[in-house]
């Protein structure tokens, strides 16, 4: 049995969701796992009710399972590492997306924007980072889009002129199959990480520190 066809099956039997499956050198093989996640009621965010996180005795258990999963199929590996998603966690299906919706998120293409960038933005760019949204088109179909100013953020103690326009809005609309990869922006100030940022305040330049 493949390597990742094992770690799904086992993560899944346990009742989480695998994020990630990743081969380090020297042997270390990274696995990331989550819970199941169900849109929250209007009741839970009335009462503002955090989500479920995993734990260490989540991880533990996992581990443990893993371990005896890959041993029985002979997967060869060197050391273990399960762990819950990090501030950069991978978006990878529809649900990841609903889920984070509202989110700094930063975004590969596939292929280079092309004549499609109409000289808004390079005709070679394929990163972006923008707020994400869930938008609707005129023929009622659902899709997603990120939405950004290119405003810098004001520095920590800058003071910001009432009396500024503000930047453009600029939005790029897409559908999860011209994605490379998309993930969480690892945004973090010393609350923690920015769950929501609003879009005129979104960190965005030519893509040079948006991970590959």
Sequence with gaps: MALQQVVEQTVAGLGYDLVETERSAGGLLRVTIDLPWTAPTSEAVAAGVPEPFVTVEDCEKVTRQLQFALEVENVEYKRLEVSSPGIDRPLRNEQDFERFAGHVIDLTLKAPMGAAAAGQVSATRKKFRGTLERVEGADGARGWQIVWSDAPEPKPGQKVSKKRAPA?????????????????????DFKGRKAKTQPGFSDIDDGTNVPD
């Excluded at 453009?168 to 993930?183: C, H």
Aim: charged fraction near 30%; avoid cysteine; proline fraction near 10%.
């Design 168 to 188: 453009p809005l600029r939005a790029l609309g897409f559908v999860l199959d011209e994605l490379r990869d998309a993930r969480l922006a690892p945004i973090v």
